[in-house]
């Protein structure tokens, strides 16, 4: 059974450029959360989405936004890039929608953006 | 505000000792909190999960343990090999809708030499 994938793995922009990133949760999952992570730094909070409803959003700018399609899968959209926008972005699935499983979230390999 | 703290510098181990990694936080009483490792370039991977209300947790070679009193959680690697080197995070969440509210360490990273 497929893990959590992320896509593209890599993808460079130029400032001022609109990035697409999808991320297909593990079958049977209905929530999906994205994070940035910053080199050297633990990953941030961006969204929650739970049956396709938004459950939770971080302290981003409204540069960033993302859906829930029906079938469960994510897309995080990030509009006017910037530098600082430079990281690798994370798709964790979970099987419950608030409450924290035993098994905790389960992640992708993320995709890392680099902004020139 | 909330702040978590993990061991900044590198924690260089000899194979076979005990590696103890810490995780400290302010203004902040999390209901659960989690540890992850994450090797290069690839997305954390879930070790455990531990309750405000247990004060040890226990896995294979791991070892969690929780004290909310000097809020501080240990992670112990009991006979380290060369494979456990990676970047330990620990994340700490409230509860009910804790999804939106998880906070990360910035992690430790961990080498065990042969």
């Known amino acids: 059974d497929a893990g959590v994938t992320q896509s593209p793995t890599h993808l460079i922009k130029t400032r001022g450029q609109q990035v697409t990133l999808r991320c297909s949760p593990i079958?049977?999952?209905?929530?999906v959360s994205w994070y940035q992570q910053v080199l050297g730094q633990g990953p941030q909070f961006i969204f929650q989405?739970?049956?396709?409803?938004?459950?939770g959003r971080g302290n981003f700018p409204d540069r960033f936004s993302a859906r829930q399609f029906p079938n469960y899968s994510s897309e995080l959209n990030v509009n006017a890039l910037l530098l600082g926008d430079s990281a690798l972005y994370l798709c964790?699935?979970?099987?419950?929608?608030?409450?924290?499983?035993?098994?905790?979230?389960?992640f992708g390999s993320g995709t890392r953006l680099t902004v020139v | 505000s909330q702040k978590i703290e993990q061991n900044s510098e590198a924690l260089n181990i000899q194979e076979g000792k005990t590696a103890t990694l810490t995780c400290n936080y302010t203004?902040?009483?999390?209901?659960?909190l989690q540890w992850y490792r994450q090797d290069p370039g690839r997305g954390p991977v879930f070790l455990l999960l531990?309750?405000?209300?247990?004060k040890e947790k226990r896995k294979e070679r791991l070892k969690v343990t929780f004290d909310t009193t000097l809020k501080q959680s240990l992670f112990h690697i009991t006979a380290s090999q060369p494979a456990d080197s990676a970047t330990y995070l620990c994340?700490?969440?409230?509860?009910?809708?804790?999804?939106?509210?998880?906070?990360f360490g910035s992690g430790t990273r961990l080498s065990i030499r042969p």
């Open positions: 964790a699935s979970s099987s419950m929608g608030d409450l924290p499983s035993n098994y905790g979230y389960t």
């Open positions: 079958s049977g999952h209905k929530s």
């Open positions: 989405y739970y049956e396709k409803e938004e459950r």
């Open positions: 203004n902040y009483s999390p209901a659960y």
């Open positions: 531990i309750r405000e209300n247990e």
């Open positions: 994340a700490l969440l409230p509860g009910y809708s804790s999804a939106s509210k998880i906070i």
